[in-house]
């Protein structure tokens, strides 16, 4: 019994010999796959006058990890807003009461905090709220 033992262990041996040596030749492939997240999170400031007239909405943090970039779209009342000014960071549009509104495009991921300010149109501020969505391309 003790012999057939012995031989076993030497066949294995034989056995896991070639696969030692293709082991060191053998590479690793590793590839992840990350779902597409994108967020916007606005921080309300006190109110005040930032430059030209402009009034502080106060800041909104953007983070979007879609490889082709994004876009930030502001969506408010339709008929309300026309003629208002939007300005965050150096990315300015003016609303012409469609009710939607691209504020920015950026061509890859990105995260940046921005200030944001408004001028109001003719009409003043006729609405109460502006939403802030980020849509990934």
């Known amino acids: ?64 990890n879609a490889p082709g970039g994004y876009e930030v779209v502001v969506n408010y009342a339709p008929g309300s807003l026309r003629g208002a000014t939007l300005i965050a960071g150096s990315d300015v549009v003016v609303l012409n009461g469609s009710g939607q509104a691209v504020l920015s495009h950026t061509t890859g991921p990105r995260v940046r905090e921005r200030i944001i300010a408004a001028i109001p149109g003719e009409n003043g501020f006729d609405t109460d709220r502006l939403d802030i969505q980020i849509l990934p391309i």
């Open 1 to 64: 019994m003790v012999r057939k033992v012995s031989l076993g262990i030497g066949c294995l041996a034989l056995a896991i010999l070639p696969l030692t040596a293709q082991a060191a030749a053998i590479g690793y492939n590793l590839q992840l796959t990350v779902p597409v997240f994108c967020s916007v999170r606005h921080q309300p400031t006190g109110s005040g006058i930032v430059d030209h007239g402009a009034i502080s909405l106060g800041t909104f943090r953007e983070y979007c």
